[in-house]
């Protein structure tokens, strides 16, 4: 993943929310590691893996499959391995990733997409490495920005969060990742919304 080294992000911190973002955190992460075991993947890239924390929740759930991480980070990336020591941390551009075709049993990226430029063509790069399903989710608005507006942040962005390029319904994000697989199944994990896409 190309990254603007002054883009704002706090990956760590908001791992780290309590109260009510917690709680909705909780809940993403269940759904998440729900949808990916039913998935059961042999092989997983989680692309856009940031310091490994969301990794180390679906490494937790296929406990038999081989992970490999991957993001434009270093510093972010080099942190992977002390979360789970058996993934594969790798340091590359999302748009170019050193992958070969359909290498990937099942690739997850998570909260990624609305932070890139050019989100159409990370999902056609994600598509190429995986060779069964996606497994994609991005902040469902506009209920994410009303979120941040009614915790009183980021009011002068009207709830944009810093670093946020995109912003997208749900009928958005369908037609953002649908042209480049087999099927899509659309799924709420409010804020947040997630897609499971076939490839096959």
């Known amino acids: 993943m190309s ?11 908001k791992y780290a929310e309590t109260g009510v973002a917690g709680k909705l955190l909780e809940r993403f992460r269940l759904r998440m590691e729900t949808e990916l075991h039913g998935l ?29 991480g991957l993001d434009g980070r270093p ?5 992977l391995p002390g979360r789970v020591p058996r993934a594969t941390a790798v ?3 999302l748009y170019a990733m050193p992958f ?12 990624v997409l609305e ?5 159409d063509d990370a999902v056609r790069e994600l598509v190429r490495v995986a060779d069964r399903a996606l497994l994609v989710t991005v902040p469902h608005e506009p209920w994410f920005r009303a979120g941040n507006v009614a915790r009183l942040r980021y009011l002068k962005r009207l709830g944009n969060t810093p670093g946020h390029q995109n912003n ?8 953002l990742v649908e042209p480049h697989v087999a099927s899509v199944r659309w ?11 076939e490839l096959r």
Do not use: K, M, Y
């Open 115 to 119: 932070h890139l430029d050019r989100p």
């Open 75 to 79: 510093d972010a990336v080099a942190q």
């Open 187 to 197: 799924l709420s994990a409010f804020p947040w919304q997630a897609i499971v896409a």
């Open 91 to 93: 340091s590359g551009d």
């Open 168 to 175: 997208w319904s749900r009928s958005g994000f369908t037609q």
């Open 40 to 68: 059961g993947p042999r092989s997983l890239l989680d692309a856009g893996c940031g310091e490994g924390v969301a990794t180390a929740w679906l490494a937790a759930v296929a406990p038999d499959a081989a992970i490999t």
């Open 3 to 13: 990254v603007d080294v002054h883009q704002e992000t706090d990956n760590l911190g």
């Open 100 to 111: 070969a075709d359909r290498q990937f049993d099942v690739v997850v990226c998570t909260e």
